[in-house]
């Protein structure tokens, strides 16, 4: 359903500082999959996501959503099939805006909403539905500001944000890293919820390598701008530590200099 | 006494609509728009131009689409050509002040003597006598704030608060910002155009320089009006902040221009005090906190 086709990005190309961060990228997403991604930091991870989701354009390739030429298309436009949260907690909802407000605007992507209309009884209604799902008591809160909710909290209700409208693909750049470890869990596990609840397409950038392994159905290992391992479904099983480290070696041609920047808990 | 009052009150709810635009490009985007100075002499010019050819309420309106086309060019400038906010308001009002000596027909003021205008035809209907202009101003001001207000609670109204509160939210909401501000931008430019529109008639004349300082006023009312509600800040407590904190304003400007404790001429530089002891208040408080606590720690 995505098709990324051989999509290259440069940072301040002609200069000292130029940064290749994508090289010839090539990756071909089915439907409902669930994929994690992992790599070191400046493997072009968060790039990927940039380029996805249209936050700048590429300098080569192209990007393919369910048939649709995507590669020129601003990222706004783009919003409206591709969700997602980032690790940040506060990146993704208006602090000063309530909890219903910011789930008004998320469900503007339906494109039912009339622009001169208000929030109705009915909209109301539906928002309250929906936060009951977190089951963080956030339904009885609708009224306030959002600011005031801890990180967890804004976490789950920027995923209901990107989800209330089920998109065609979403990118979870680290979701949790930034959570305690108990608000971490809750997060991850609603997200697996959602996933599975509309078969949504997936794909979740992780440090956590055995969270990567057991998460999703196939797992993607990045390096200096390309895909180096891409293990699906049989193989991520059976395979062992040693086995990943090894491929993961030889994909890079290059010794890493710490196991740990792929192997942190 | 009576006069006073009067005339306090009458200027009070006028020069809220300049803080009511303010309000929404400076608190609601978070833009600093300094487009409002030539945006109000603009307003000023074209209804008082349009009023001295026996056409006053074509005046007004045709102010009211002109100060938003002066907001739409400041939107344009830095939402499709990349010049960052406050440049882009500047850049528009130095290009205004030739646009309003042209609509002003080259000359730096008219004088309205003996044409009619909103306020000789209201006040000749015999509604409230002496108070006919403060009658018809209030009525104006208060359904534009009550405008706004339900504005800011559509679907559009929405977007605009969140394009001020996080842009990349409303991206990922698949809203274009480059719209939602060009549209806060030129609401919030009608008001101004608006508001010179009418003091322009209602004082019978317009002036080329009589905006200088309008968007500091403007700032300072805002900002006093925001220090004496305070409390939970709700859209609505914010819009009547607005009007109050012009009132309390027209009052400290009578009672200095009365009782003379102060020169007159001193104005503009207590009103530029008060917006930037207003604005550094926080700063100040924390660095004195700081500095205090620091003290007793050293002992």
Same mark, same amino acid.
């Given at each position: 359903?995505?098709?990324?086709?051989?999509?290259?990005?440069?940072?301040?190309?002609?200069?000292?500082n130029?940064?290749?961060?994508?090289?010839?990228?090539?990756?071909?997403?089915?439907?409902?999959?669930?994929?994690?991604?992992?790599?070191?930091?400046?493997?072009?991870?968060?790039t990927?996501?940039?380029?996805?989701?249209?936050?700048?354009?590429?300098? +080569?390739? /192209?990007?393919?959503?369910?048939?649709?030429?995507?590669?020129?298309?601003?990222?706004?436009?783009?919003?409206?099939?591709?969700?997602?949260?980032? =690790?940040?907690?506060?990146?993704?909802?208006?602090?000063?805006?309530?909890? +219903?407000?910011?789930?008004?605007?998320?469900?503007?992507?339906a494109? =039912?909403?009339?622009?001169?209309?208000?929030i109705?009884?009915k909209?109301?209604?539906?928002?309250?539905?929906?936060?009951?799902?977190?089951?963080?008591?956030?339904?009885? /809160?609708?009224?306030?500001?959002?600011?005031?909710?801890?990180?967890? =909290?804004?976490q789950?209700?920027?995923?209901?944000?990107?989800?209330?409208?089920?998109p065609?693909?979403?990118?979870?750049?680290e979701?949790?890293?930034?959570?305690?470890p108990?608000?971490?869990?809750?997060?991850?596990?609603l997200?697996?919820?959602?996933?599975?609840?509309?078969?949504?397409?997936?794909?979740?950038?992780t440090?956590?390598?055995? =969270?990567?392994?057991?998460?999703?159905?196939?797992? !993607?290992?990045?390096?200096?701008?390309?895909?180096?391992?891409?293990?699906?479904?049989?193989? /991520?099983?059976?395979?062992?530590?040693?086995?990943? !480290?090894?491929?993961?070696?030889a994909?890079?041609?290059?010794?890493?200099?710490?196991? /740990?920047?792929? !192997?942190?808990? | 006494?009576?006069?006073?009052?009067?005339?306090?009150?009458?200027?009070?709810f006028?020069?809220? $609509?300049?803080?009511? &635009?303010?309000?929404?490009?400076?608190?609601?985007?978070?833009?600093a728009?300094?487009t409002?100075?030539?945006?109000?002499?603009?307003?000023?010019?074209?209804?008082?131009?349009?009023?001295?050819?026996?056409?006053?309420?074509?005046?007004?309106?045709?102010?009211?689409?002109?100060?938003?086309?002066?907001?739409?060019?400041?939107?344009?400038?830095?939402?499709?050509l990349?010049?960052?906010s406050?440049?882009?308001?500047?850049?528009?009002?130095?290009?205004?002040?030739?646009?309003?000596l042209? &609509?002003?027909?080259?000359?730096?003021?008219?004088?309205?003597?003996?044409?009619?205008?909103?306020?000789? $035809?209201?006040?000749n209907?015999?509604?409230?006598? #002496?108070?006919?202009?403060?009658?018809?101003v209030?009525?104006?001001?208060?359904?534009?704030?009550?405008?706004?207000r339900?504005?800011?609670?559509?679907r559009?109204?929405?977007?605009?608060?969140?394009?001020?509160?996080?842009?990349?939210?409303?991206?990922?909401?698949?809203?274009?910002?480059?719209?939602?501000?060009?549209?806060?931008?030129?609401l919030? #430019?009608?008001?101004t155009?608006?508001?010179?529109?009418?003091?322009?008639?209602?004082?019978?004349?317009?002036?080329? #320089?009589?905006?200088?300082?309008?968007?500091?006023?403007? $700032?300072?009312?805002?900002?006093?009006?925001?220090?004496?509600i305070?409390?939970?800040?709700?859209?609505?407590?914010?819009?009547?902040?607005?009007?109050?904190?012009?009132?309390?304003?027209?009052?400290?400007?009578?009672?200095i221009?009365?009782?003379?404790? $102060?020169?007159?001429?001193?104005?503009?530089?207590?009103?530029?005090?008060?917006? &930037?002891?207003a604005?550094?208040?926080?700063?100040?408080?924390?660095n004195a906190?700081?500095?205090n606590? &620091?003290?007793?720690?050293?002992?």
């Amino acid at each position: 359903m995505l098709k990324i086709e051989n999509i290259s990005k440069s940072f301040n190309p002609g200069t000292v500082n130029e940064t290749k961060a994508l090289r010839g990228l090539n990756l071909n997403v089915n439907d409902g999959d669930f994929i994690t991604i992992l790599g070191s930091n400046g493997a072009g991870k968060s790039t990927l996501f940039n380029a996805i989701s249209g936050n700048f354009f590429v300098d +080569e390739g /192209r990007i393919i959503l369910d048939d649709q030429n995507i590669t020129f298309m601003p990222d706004y436009k783009r919003a409206k099939w591709i969700g997602r949260l980032f =690790q940040d907690p506060l990146k993704g909802t208006a602090p000063h805006m309530t909890i +219903e407000e910011n789930l008004a605007l998320a469900y503007l992507r339906a494109g =039912q909403s009339k622009t001169f209309s208000r929030i109705s009884k009915k909209d109301e209604e539906f928002f309250c539905e929906k936060l009951k799902m977190l089951d963080m008591g956030l339904e009885d /809160r609708m009224h306030t500001q959002v600011g005031t909710l801890s990180g967890g =909290q804004r976490q789950a209700l920027t995923l209901l944000m990107a989800t209330i409208v089920p998109p065609k693909i979403l990118l979870l750049d680290e979701h949790t890293a930034a959570l305690d470890p108990q608000a971490a869990d809750k997060v991850l596990s609603l997200t697996k919820k959602i996933v599975e609840e509309n078969h949504t397409t997936c794909l979740m950038i992780t440090h956590n390598i055995h =969270q990567g392994l057991q998460t999703g159905n196939r797992s !993607l290992f990045m390096a200096d701008g390309n895909i180096i391992l891409d293990l699906q479904e049989e193989e /991520r099983k059976t395979i062992t530590m040693e086995e990943v !480290l090894e491929k993961f070696k030889a994909g890079a041609h290059k010794d890493l200099d710490n196991d /740990r920047i792929l !192997l942190s808990e | 006494m009576a006069y006073i009052l009067q005339t306090t009150l009458t200027l009070g709810f006028v020069y809220a $609509l300049v803080a009511l &635009a303010l309000f929404i490009s400076y608190r609601i985007l978070d833009i600093a728009d300094l487009t409002t100075d030539g945006c109000y002499v603009l307003g000023m010019a074209v209804s008082v131009a349009f009023a001295y050819q026996g056409h006053p309420f074509l005046g007004i309106f045709l102010a009211i689409i002109s100060g938003g086309l002066a907001g739409f060019v400041t939107a344009f400038l830095q939402t499709r050509l990349g010049v960052p906010s406050i440049l882009a308001g500047i850049v528009t009002n130095t290009g205004l002040y030739t646009v309003n000596l042209m &609509a002003m027909g080259w000359t730096s003021n008219i004088a309205l003597l003996k044409k009619e205008t909103l306020f000789t $035809l209201f006040h000749n209907l015999g509604i409230g006598g #002496n108070w006919s202009d403060f009658i018809l101003v209030s009525c104006i001001t208060l359904l534009s704030m009550l405008f706004v207000r339900w504005f800011l609670s559509t679907r559009l109204g929405l977007s605009i608060r969140a394009t001020g509160d996080n842009r990349d939210m409303v991206r990922a909401s698949s809203i274009n910002p480059r719209f939602t501000i060009t549209v806060g931008l030129v609401l919030a #430019n009608c008001f101004t155009g608006l508001c010179g529109a009418l003091v322009g008639q209602m004082q019978k004349s317009a002036d080329i #320089n009589a905006g200088t300082g309008i968007v500091v006023i403007g $700032l300072a009312c805002l900002i006093i009006g925001e220090t004496i509600i305070n409390g939970k800040k709700t859209i609505t407590r914010n819009i009547v902040a607005v009007l109050i904190g012009n009132i309390v304003y027209r009052f400290i400007y009578a009672i200095i221009l009365q009782t003379r404790i $102060l020169p007159i001429d001193f104005l503009k530089l207590i009103t530029a005090l008060i917006v &930037a002891l207003a604005i550094a208040a926080p700063t100040i408080k924390e660095n004195a906190q700081l500095y205090n606590r &620091a003290r007793k720690e050293m002992k």
